[in-house]
Nanobody
Framework: QVNLVESGGGSVQAGGSLRLSCVAS????????LGWFRQARGAKPEGVAS???????VYTNSVKGRFTISLDNTKTSLVLQMNDLKPDDTATYYC???????????????????RGQGTQVTVAS
């Protein structure tokens, strides 16, 4: 059973940084897509960043150069480092996993993946 537990959300001023962590377990290490998507109040989910079996990372355009996704060697700790945060980044962030997801991207996380409980990120202007 896939289990994902996020931590690290909070409130910051614009320009600040936050680090989201996700402990991931129960998924197949042979083929996967791990990542983060977010959903602002009243908006559709948006894929933010992903990493797959081959280490390929993909970012949505609005976070390129500001966010970095990483996965440790044990493949259990997924991190999203978020720098230069903007008010538009305010949302609930979800850690997600797609079994057999090699080659997919962040937009596939909320359609096909398992998800954690979410963590709130609020950026004040």
């Amino acid at each position: 059973q896939v289990n994902l537990v996020e931590s690290g959300g909070g409130s910051v001023q614009a320009g600040g940084s936050l680090r989201l962590s996700c402990v991931a377990s129960g998924y197949s290490h042979e083929s996967y897509l791990l990542g983060w998507f977010r959903q602002a109040r009243g908006a559709k989910p948006e894929g933010v960043a992903s990493i797959d079996t081959n280490g390929r990372t993909v970012y949505t355009n609005s976070v390129k150069g500001r966010f970095t996704i990483s996965l440790d060697n044990t493949k259990t700790s997924l991190v999203l480092q978020m720098n230069d945060l903007k008010p538009d980044d305010t949302a609930t962030y979800y850690c997600a996993a797609v079994q057999g997801g090699t080659g997919l991207g962040p937009e596939d996380l909320y359609n096909y993946g398992y998800r954690g409980q979410g963590t709130q990120v609020t950026v004040a202007s």
